[in-house]
């Protein structure tokens, strides 16, 4: 059957739906034992119920998931591996007063990971020196120089955060030097494990703790808990307090949602308590940014991760890649005022250079047969071909790699779909001798290949991939009418946040929609009001789509009813409260 002509196929007994997108979207299961058991938890909010039962959370943590508690969800830190031999090596040091290097990741994670540890180390009176590496000069991970210049300033004990996995020749340099290394990461490990110190990280293989979902963020926070416990048995804090350790959750949460990790129960509670603290805008270089970003209303994840987190890894991207860890650890105001404004600046640029790499990349694409697409070019920044892959994907439902080439040694950026691990894929293509060095998560990676040879592994990755109609597939959370979207459904739902991977915002079906008023905003947006046949009508926004078949279809003069998959905002204006539709889709009919 031609895909383009399909409005609707049986498929283990769930319709599917195909849009204008080019997906086909179905309803998530819902397991009416679960929902009958759950209604007297839940009266009169049957719509909540449902999104619950569709996210299958289990009956004994729906608690847990409304009102994640750190008390009652964070287990003991030791119960990652090496974390008591870090934390006691780290305490040793603090107690002898001697310098500790700190070499973070230049992205948000390794940003925010930076900023926990020195920010602790600052309020206990340790001494310390940190390092963010230059994305274009020294690339991801550790390297030599970095450790010789830590090591120059008295620097004996370097934990390596949100990095360090891979990076056994580095190890044994400084080891070399005499420098004990302690990796605190969460990235998985390829064929050794380098000889550091310690390796505390949840996604090692030796690693029993299940704590596989936390970013590094959240590991370093686990290690800084350990820390804390540990000084205090050892009375550390006879003439202080002991820091209050809660006020560092603002940014174990921004690297938490900005990595894109799984919101498991964990993680729902460092992100739900991280953006509590983040409201009171304890930390001054976040409210430095905050004010910078125009943000009017009660900063949620979708700031964390759509505002805040890209002015923080534009610095990484396009300008000076410790701006953004130096935000978040410094606390004059005046200089961070100046560093926000900067990281604006950057975020920009990074707009317009990563908009140009994009229309090459998918000019390439689009001459691109392959399954997998294996886009290159000398004039792409490395800093924005991450972003570019990511728009890749998500336009061709295919895995994307982007490379930004150079004379000797190139850089690539990838992204996947369902069902092909892409970490695994880059690990396998090291072992198999085509890349130089890389690795990954299931659904985004990162290589280093000599120039020589893309051609030979633009071969490799033929028939590593087969594209099937999974890869177009999207779940909507269940169908609603038009009359039901109000302020008090609204403030149902948000039982649920935070959102993130594994717990996406609600996406509802409503059909039958009248389309009327529609104008554009801001040029690439369009703004639309929908109607029902009662007479309800609800302001819609269609973002950035503009010369897009949604466009077509929303300025098509015809009056056709149509079928659209969105997503419910908040409006605040002149204090009155009002709920719009964010359009995400419109099926065919």
Not at 74 to 89: C, E, R, V
Not at 171 to 198: M, Q, R, T, W, Y
Not at 412 to 436: E, P, Q, T
Not at 492 to 516: A, V
């Amino acid at each position: 059957m031609d895909k383009l002509n399909q409005v609707a196929v049986k498929n283990n007994k769930l319709e599917k739906y195909y849009s204008f997108k080019g997906n086909f979207w179905s309803e998530r299961n819902h397991d009416k034992t679960l929902f009958n058991s759950l209604k007297n938890k839940f009266p009169n909010e049957d719509i909540l119920l449902q999104l619950l039962v569709s996210r299958n959370i289990a009956l004994q943590d729906i608690d847990d998931f409304i009102n994640p508690k750190l008390k009652n969800l964070l287990p003991d830190p030791h119960t990652i591996d090496d974390m008591k031999k870090a934390s006691d090596k780290i305490c040793n040091f603090i107690k002898r007063k001697k310098k500790i290097g700190i070499f973070g990741d230049y992205d948000v994670d390794g940003s925010s990971s930076t900023a926990i540890v020195c920010n602790y180390l600052k309020s206990i009176g340790a001494t310390f020196e940190y390092y963010i590496p230059d994305r274009i000069g020294e690339g991801y991970g550790p390297n030599k120089q970095a450790f010789d210049i830590l090591k120059e300033k008295k620097c004996e004990l370097i934990l390596t955060l949100d990095c360090g996995t891979s990076s056994n020749e580095e190890i044994n340099h400084a080891n070399s030097k005499g420098i004990d290394i302690i990796v605190v990461d969460h990235h998985l490990e390829g064929d050794k494990l380098p000889d550091a110190f310690a390796i505390v990280n949840p996604n090692k293989k030796a690693d029993k703790s299940n704590l596989n979902n936390l970013c590094a963020a959240g590991v370093v926070f686990f290690l800084i808990i350990s820390i804390n416990r540990s000084l205090k048995e050892n009375n550390f804090f006879t003439n202080s307090e002991p820091p209050n350790l809660l006020k560092l959750l603002d940014l174990v949460a921004l690297g938490t949602i900005c990595d894109l990790v799984q919101l498991d129960l964990v993680n729902r509670a460092l992100v739900k308590q991280g953006i509590k603290v983040m409201n009171k805008l304890l930390n001054s270089g976040i409210k430095s940014l905050v004010d910078c970003s125009s943000i009017k209303d009660e900063i949620s994840e979708y700031h964390l991760g759509f505002v805040l987190g890209p002015r923080i890894n534009a610095a990484g991207r396009v300008g000076d890649s410790k701006l953004g860890a130096t935000l978040l650890i410094n606390n004059r105001n005046d200089l961070n005022l100046s560093i926000a404004e900067k990281l604006n600046y950057y975020n920009q640029l990074r707009k317009k250079i990563e908009k140009k790499v994009e229309l090459q990349a998918i000019n390439q694409a689009n001459n691109n047969s392959e399954e997998i697409i294996c886009v290159h070019s000398k004039d792409w920044h490395p800093g924005v071909i991450g972003i570019v892959a990511g728009k890749l994907t998500e336009n061709f439902k295919r895995p994307s790699i982007v490379i930004s080439e150079d004379e000797n040694v190139c850089k690539a950026s990838c992204r996947s779909v369902k069902n092909f691990h892409m970490g695994d894929f880059i690990i396998k293509a090291v072992r198999d001798g085509f890349l130089i060095s890389g690795g990954g998560h299931e659904m985004a990676g990162g290589f280093s290949i000599l120039n020589e040879k893309i051609d030979a592994f633009k071969d490799y990755i033929k028939n590593k991939f087969s594209v099937s109609d999974i890869h177009h597939e999207k779940n909507y959370d269940l169908e609603i009418n038009l009359s039901s979207v109000n302020l008090d459904l609204y403030k149902s739902i948000t039982k649920l946040q935070p959102y993130g991977m594994g717990n996406p915002k609600p996406k509802f079906l409503i059909r039958n929609c009248i389309k009327t008023f529609v104008k554009p905003a801001a040029e690439i947006h369009l703004i639309v009001y929908l109607n029902d046949i009662y007479g309800n009508s609800i302001k819609s926004i269609a973002f950035n789509c503009i010369q897009t078949e949604i466009a077509k279809i929303l300025t098509d003069e015809d009056e056709k009813e149509l079928d659209v998959i969105c997503t419910l905002q908040l409006n605040r204006w002149n204090g009155n409260e009002n709920v719009e539709l964010i359009i995400e889709d419109i099926l065919k009919k």
